[in-house]
Structure formats: C-alpha cells, structure tokens
C-alpha cells in the first residue's frame, strides 16, 4: 500500500501466477474472493405512517396483525394418505403382473 498499489489487485496476482505453489495461490484466492463479488443481502422496510383519515397504529396492534397474516401459512398442509400399488391391485382385483401366476 505504501507504493500505491492495490491490494487486491496484488493478492490476484499472486492467485493468477503460474509459478506460485498451489497452497500460497489457495491462499490468496481465499483472501480476494470477499473483496471481488458484491454480497447477496435483502433488506425489508414498511411505512407504518397512518395515512390521511387513518388512526395511529400501536406497535402491538400491528404485530396482532402481522401474526393474523401470517397464520394461514403456518398451519400445515393436509397430508395425502398414499397406497402402496399392489394394495391397489388386490382391492381391485386385478392380476399383479409382476407375480407369478
């Protein structure tokens, strides 16, 4: 840094050299990658001013409605009771044609 060189452009160049050992190219691969890709994040807001003709909303009363919201998507979905295909078969009456006759 104090010939005015970029770090990171030094550590890539470490990487990208062919006569570097391995392990040292790992290393400095290791040390560049935070640096060369932008991290994934989400960021949620809300605007809980009331609007014109609307009354204030308490934090509870929010989170009362929050949690009304969610709660169809936190009950568990019906579960499908499945037959196994020879059970089938034989409530049928039909021949297995796997089986041996």
Known sequence: METGRDP??????IADNPETPVD???????AALPYCRPRLSMK?????????GQQEVSHTDMLDRLLRMLDPLAKRPAVIEAKDAEE????????NPNSEQ
């Open 44 to 52: 949620v807001t809300a605007d809980a001013t009331p609007k014109d």
């Open 24 to 30: 040292l190219r790992v290393k400095a691969y290791q």
């Open 88 to 95: 089938v078969r034989d409530e049928k009456g039909l021949a």
């Open 8 to 13: 990171l452009l030094s550590l890539l160049e």
